[in-house]
Each structure stands twice: as structure tokens, then as C-alpha cells.
Nanobody, 126 residues
Framework: QVHLVESGGGLVQLGGSLTLSCEFS????????MGWFRQAPGNEREFVAS??????????YYADSVKGRFTISRDSAKNTVFLKMNSLKPDDTAVYYC?????????????????WGQGTLVTVSE
């Protein structure tokens, strides 16, 4: 059973930076595509960024709203995926969830995801 634990959320001012981490356990990390999604109050869970498994090239994908500001990466030695967030805006305020699936395709649709973390709250103040 896959277990995902996010960390790194918190309160940050407009224009600031945060790095989220998601530690993966329970299965073989390199067999899983990884992703980050977020959910603001009253909104549906939405795609933020994803990275394919190393065997699939480790390709990265981003939502248009975060492209150029966020960077997803993975460290196979640490079984961890990261989301580096720069130039944060109040619209980025949400609970951020880590996702994992044993697939070669990128994770972009929340309804397809089998494994979720518990979420970490990011709040951006003006």
C-alpha cells in the first residue's frame, strides 16, 4: 500500500517562496508517476504539476496558472517528490495534495488518481 506524507506548507507573503515535499513509501518509488494537486475552499481539486517515472523520461507538466513559477522534481534516493513554488500569489492559497500512480502517463486528472497524501495547507497573504 502506498503511503504519501506531505510537508512544507505554511503562511507566506505575496511574492514569497515555499518548497513542498512528499515522502513516498510502501511500494517501489521509481515505478510511480507523481503529481501535485490543490484544492481551495469551495473549489474542486485541480492539477498543479506532475512528473513521470524515471523509466518514462521523468518529464514534467504544469498547469498554465503555475508555469514558470513552480518546479516539480523527484529524488529517487530519498523516495521524495518536491514542489518548489516561487512568486506566490493569494490565488495559490489551497491545500496541496501529493498524488501517485503506477503509470507511465503523467498525472493530470484528479479522478484518475489512486493514491493521495493527507494534504498540506499553503496560505499566501497580500
Amino acid at each position: 500500500q502506498v503511503h504519501l506524507v506531505e510537508s512544507g506548507g505554511g503562511l507566506v507573503q505575496l511574492g514569497g517562496s515555499l518548497t513542498l515535499s512528499c515522502e513516498f513509501s510502501g511500494r517501489t518509488f521509481v515505478h510511480y508517476a507523481m503529481g501535485w494537486f490543490r484544492q481551495a475552499p469551495g473549489n474542486e481539486r485541480e492539477f498543479v504539476a506532475s512528473i513521470t517515472r524515471p523509466g518514462g523520461g521523468g518529464h514534467t507538466y504544469y498547469a498554465d496558472s503555475v508555469k514558470g513559477r513552480f518546479t516539480i522534481s523527484r529524488d529517487s534516493a530519498k523516495n521524495t517528490v518536491f514542489l518548489k513554488m516561487n512568486s506566490l500569489k493569494p490565488d495559490d492559497t489551497a491545500v496541496y495534495y501529493c498524488a501517485a500512480d503506477p503509470t507511465i502517463v503523467p498525472l493530470v486528472k484528479a479522478w484518475q488518481i489512486q493514491n493521495w497524501g493527507q494534504g498540506t495547507l499553503v496560505t499566501v497573504s497580500e
